[in-house]
């Protein structure tokens, strides 16, 4: 069985500083995905970045960059240049694949950004 | 449509009483899942749809949650006899097709409280 562990609760920043979010996850799987995905107080869950687990390289989208450490299982996101409309919280998943390929999420990080 | 459209948004029942809460995928897209996101938690996975068949069911939490896909688009969760432990937001999402890794669209939820 996958599990996803967020130590943080709630993390806080400054605008225009770094953040970086936490993830550890376990799986049996040698092929999976991990997401990171953000739900703000409308409750829609936006997808902010994906890493497949075979490629070594950490993937990137703008301002956002994870740490994907496999051996560790490890998969922590970086939030850069922080701004007001970051704050949300943050759900870390792993989803393997085949199967119902169903996403298994952390309970989440709250992160506020102070102006 | 241009997203995944869940309707209520809000549901209020009382106890005993039965639900039924409707997902409108993104069009053209095979798969579709349904999660149950309870207050301060992640969400957790209840079922998934490969177009009209289900061929997940193992996250439904009793025999009193029931979902159908049956022409392989709009899907509808119903619940009966609503305990108060029901009481969660409900999560739509669809994929473009089965393959792993493709992202997942949310809906907006729906809040379904029991009283």
């Known amino acids: 069985a996958q599990t996803v562990t967020q130590s943080q609760p709630e993390m806080s920043v400054q605008e225009a500083e770094t953040v970086t979010l936490s993830c550890t996850y376990d799986?049996?799987?040698?092929?999976?995905?991990l997401f990171w995905y953000k739900q703000p107080p409308s409750r829609q869950m936006i997808l902010v970045i994906r890493?497949?687990?075979?490629?070594?390289q950490n993937a990137t989208e703008n301002r956002f960059s994870v740490n994907f450490q496999k051996a560790a299982k490890s998969f922590s996101l970086k939030i850069s240049d922080s701004q007001l409309g970051d704050a949300a919280m943050y759900f870390c998943?792993?989803?393997?694949?085949?199967?119902?390929?169903?996403?298994?999420f952390g309970k989440g990080t709250k992160l506020t950004v102070n102006p | 449509g241009a997203g995944v459209s869940q309707s209520p948004r809000y549901k209020v029942a009382k106890r005993g009483q039965d639900v039924a809460l409707r997902c409108d995928p993104i069009?053209?897209?095979?798969?579709l899942f349904w999660y149950q996101q309870a207050l301060g938690q992640g969400p957790e996975f209840l079922t998934y749809?490969?177009?009209?068949?289900?061929?997940?069911k193992s996250g439904l939490p009793s025999d009193r949650f029931f979902a159908e896909r049956p022409e392989g688009s709009v899907s509808t969760l119903k619940i009966q006899r609503t305990q108060q432990e029901d009481s969660a937001v409900y999560l739509c999402?669809?994929?473009?097709?089965?393959?792993?890794?493709?992202?997942?669209?949310f809906g907006d939820g729906t809040r379904l409280s029991i009283l």
């Open positions: 749809f490969q177009n009209e068949a289900q061929l997940d």
């Open positions: 998943a792993s989803q393997r694949l085949g199967g119902s390929e169903k996403l298994v």
């Open positions: 890493q497949e687990a075979y490629k070594q």
């Open positions: 999402a669809s994929s473009p097709r089965d393959s792993g890794g493709q992202p997942q669209h």
């Open positions: 799986t049996s799987e040698s092929d999976y995905y």
């Open positions: 069009s053209g897209h095979v798969s």
